[in-house]
């Protein structure tokens, strides 16, 4: 069946570095792929998404694509802020898979002044 | 303002004492989810509900009951809680079936539940 791999955590980096959470799926067909994310106490929001392959989500500075040749959909930022400490959720829809949201197991990373 | 809102926040209990966890949302969602979230396991669904008077089992949905007879709410029922119930909980809700409606899911704030 369909499944989404992320990278373990956490993640820990210091404010103004790069960052990539990598996320691979395994489906068939033409999914679309979400990231969400925790922030402390609180619960999921979406935090970008893209819905055929080659598209590009964007939102606060993260980015992601949907590359299909390599299954994956990594999520980068060029430089993060104490303000990102959260735990980052990769998921994936596939209509065919009862039209269920399908997750990652979140990648928690903690950014340092 | 737009919202899923969960009760209660916090809750510890004694095995066998009949809960529920309410969940409403102002959104005027089909769709409504519950999750637990749990160490080195992720979200796990445990029902899930189309619209009104319809609803289904997600992946862990044992000992888990649900009702769906308004739109707005969704209550979580745990008849006889056990210490595996343990966990924090999350309703979230979406415009259509999540996610292709509006491609967003929203979630309550959560609900920690111990049994203890």
């Known amino acids: 069946g369909d499944s989404v791999t992320q990278m373990e955590g956490p993640v820990t980096l210091s404010e103004e570095a790069f960052l990539t959470i990598n996320c691979t799926y395994t489906a068939t067909g033409y999914p679309s792929l979400f990231w969400y994310v925790q922030y402390p106490g609180e619960g999921l929001q979406l935090l970008l998404k893209?819905?055929?392959a080659d598209d590009k989500g964007s939102n606060k500075g993260f980015e992601a694509t949907y590359r299909k040749e390599t299954t994956s959909f990594h999520l980068e930022k060029g430089s993060v802020q104490v303000s990102d400490s959260a735990v980052y959720f990769c998921?994936?829809?596939?209509?065919?898979?009862?039209?269920?949201?399908?997750w990652g197991l979140g990648t928690s990373l903690a950014v340092n002044p | 303002e737009a919202q899923v809102t969960q009760n209660p926040r916090y809750l510890i209990t004694v095995t066998g004492k009949k809960l529920t966890v309410t969940c409403s949302q102002n959104m005027n969602h089909e769709y409504m989810s519950w999750y637990r979230q749990d160490p080195g396991l992720g979200l796990r669904q445990i029902y899930y509900?189309?619209?009104?008077?319809?609803?289904d089992k997600g992946d862990v949905p044992e000992g888990y009951k649900v009702s769906r007879k308004e739109k707005r709410n969704f209550p979580l029922i745990l008849e006889s809680p056990s210490p595996n119930q343990t966990s924090l909980y999350f309703c979230?809700?979406?415009?259509?079936?999540?996610?292709?409606?509006?491609?967003?899911?929203?979630f309550g704030e959560g609900s920690r539940l111990t049994v203890l």
């Open positions: 893209a819905t055929k």
């Open positions: 979230a809700s979406s415009l259509s079936d999540a996610p292709r409606g509006t491609g967003e899911l929203f």
């Open positions: 509900s189309m619209n009104v008077e319809v609803t």
């Open positions: 998921a994936l829809y596939n209509a065919g898979n009862n039209r269920k949201l399908i």
